[in-house]
């Protein structure tokens, strides 16, 4: 996950599946650049309407995916597409929306924090075992 970035990769994937279904675009089709306007790209007032519906759908699948607590709601306003008109834009705002950022986030920190309390014995296994068997032959 590049830090730099206002969004996840996790938001942008969901954006991207779900402009990808109300452009008709298909998996080898092109998407518009992060930056390129949506409306400029194709999606029209309906399209917008399809789009904020997509995105709700698949925002509260990751949610209920990445949540114990089960399915949760999550009100994404019918103006998403008009108020953040770029990729990029609502990909940021879904990120906001549902939080997938900071689950990321937290996800590749236990990550980390697993990789430290597991590594160091891992090491002094390794060193130890390799040289009792050295010894040995």
């Given amino acids: 996950e590049d830090p ?52 709700a759908a698949a925002g509260s699948v990751a949610l209920s995916a990445s949540s114990s607590s089960g399915s949760e709601a999550v009100d994404v306003p019918a103006s998403i597409a008009f108020d953040h008109p770029t990729r990029g834009a609502l990909a940021t705002a ?28 891992l090491l002094r296994q390794k060193q130890g075992g390799g040289g009792d068997r050295s010894e040995s032959l």
């Fill in 4 to 55: 730099r970035l206002p969004y996840s990769r996790t938001a942008l994937a969901l954006v991207d599946k779900a402009l990808r279904r109300v452009l008709g675009l298909g998996s080898g089709g092109a998407l518009p650049a992060i930056d390129e306007p949506l409306m400029a790209a194709g999606l029209d007032s309906l399209g917008a309407v399809e789009l904020r519906d997509a995105l």
């Fill in 94 to 121: 879904i990120d906001g929306l549902f939080g997938l950022r900071e689950a990321e986030e937290e996800e590749e920190g236990e990550r980390g924090l697993l990789r430290l309390l597991l590594l160091p014995p």
